[in-house]
């Protein structure tokens, strides 16, 4: 686990470099706020694409591999990206970092295979404290390289950094890290016809309640993914921020992210439960994002991201862990695949959404539509609360057979 934990937080500094950069970078092209919302979808929707192939590649030849090959794809794509001259090229390198993105879902089965069913959520939490990590540093560095003009930046050095990075975090598994399936496991598994996987993954969507957290993630992920996608071209028209501005506070957040994933989960967890801490992620991120429109001050849009910040910080690890319960050991790496292309997809819906209503019906849009999306999840956890909690106690003590 240590050495998977540095391997994700060396990588996802790297893309956390991107995240401030991407808008402006779009906007230096000439590109309106819905062709933003796509450039930011592109990436997710080839990985949507990529990821349950990647899952099941993992199940066959073992983690590592996958991880491996896709951080070398990914230097290869923050490469092109810096070299890009043409607004196409921003799709089409973004395109190729997505195909390329199968070390996320690697790296959760990776979790579910060296973790028991009871410190499962502490787990997933870890690497929720990478991509918070991640988002700490990458960010600020992103920024820092570009600069605070939105006009003049600098879009080539965070490009080559993200890629280095990428490398660095290639060289660390190579060298340190070891596989997690057992050659048992793998064995069975490459015995399995297509067919065969297909059936019983679609048993396994019969787990209790297993489809259903799985929209949960989806909604969730919708509204996150519309804020990251529209609150650089937001920060410019409301206070003229350019990227530095964007990195710091992206920074803040990620800060915040590692501290609640990476210390305060598990602890929450024992004393709540993954289904209270579904609804109430859902509840903060629901106001947090609200709060975003109405914030004409500093002081007032640091606490709308810090809601909004934590609430995403408790889903989804929540959602992860109450998932990865539903399933045996020999389907982790389909269905967490699975579940990273549907919270891909919604990184796809998301920032389209999100671009279309900043385009269309302004800047505030894409704050009030997440809140609403939440607002549903929450309602319909709370709904579904006893019988998802006693599933995921049933499934806990039967050492993760649902």
């Known amino acids: 686990m240590p050495i998977l934990f540095l391997i994700v937080v060396v990588d996802l500094i790297g893309f956390g470099i991107i995240i401030p950069l991407l808008p402006f970078y779009a906007e230096f092209f000439y590109a309106d706020p ?29 983690r590592r591999p996958v991880l491996l090959v896709s951080l070398a794809g990914s230097a290869v794509a923050y490469f092109w990206l810096g070299f890009a001259d043409e607004l196409w090229v921003l799709f089409a390198a973004r395109a190729l970092g997505g195909l390329m993105a199968g070390n996320i879902s690697a790296a959760f089965a990776y979790v579910a295979d060296v973790t028991t069913p009871k410190n499962r959520a502490k787990g997933m939490g870890m690497i929720g404290a990478a991509f918070g990590l991640g988002f700490i540093i990458g960010p600020a560095v992103g920024g820092i390289l570009a600069g605070p003009d939105p006009i003049n ?25 070891k596989e997690s399936l057992s050659r048992e496991i793998r064995d069975r598994l490459k015995a399995r016809t297509n067919k ?24 969730a ?6 804020l990251e996608a529209t609150f650089a071209m937001w920060s410019r028209r409301q206070f003229g921020w350019g990227p530095e501005q964007n990195g710091y506070l992206f920074a ?32 903060a991120l629901c106001v947090g994002v609200l709060l975003i429109p109405f914030a004409e001050t500093l002081p007032v849009l640091i606490i709308a991201m810090t809601v909004a910040g934590y609430g995403f ?45 900043f385009a269309s019906m302004g800047k505030d849009w894409p704050y009030y539509a997440g809140a609403a999306s939440m ?21 806990a003590n039967d050492g993760n057979e649902p």
Request: overall charge positive; cysteine-free; glycine content about 10%.
């Open 375 to 395: 607002a549903i999840v929450m309602v319909l956890v709370w709904l579904r609360r006893a019988e998802l909690s006693d599933n995921i106690q049933r499934a």
């Open 34 to 62: 819905a062709t933003v919302g796509l450039i930011m979808a592109t990436y997710s929707l080839t990985q949507f694409l990529a990821a349950p192939y990647w899952g099941q590649l993992s199940d066959r030849i073992g």
């Open 252 to 283: 803040y957040v990620g800060i915040l992210g590692a501290f609640i994933q990476g210390g305060l989960v598990g602890r929450l967890v024992k004393r709540f439960g993954e289904t209270s801490l579904i609804i109430q992620g859902a509840g």
């Open 153 to 177: 930046a600098d879009y080539k050095s965070p490009a080559f950094a993200a890629a280095g990075l990428s490398m660095m975090a290639l060289a660390l598994g190579f060298i340190f890290l």
């Open 196 to 219: 065969v996987r297909l059936a019983q993954f679609r048993r396994s969507l019969h787990f209790p309640n297993l489809s259903f957290l799985i929209l949960m993630s989806f909604l």
């Open 221 to 226: 992920t919708v509204a996150f993914a519309g």
């Open 313 to 357: 910080s408790i889903i989804s690890p929540a959602l992860n862990s109450a998932i990865s319960l539903r399933v045996d050991e020999e389907n982790q790496g389909m269905v967490m695949g699975v579940t990273r292309s549907a919270t891909t997809l919604a990184r796809v819906a998301g920032p389209v959404l999100a671009g279309l209503l």
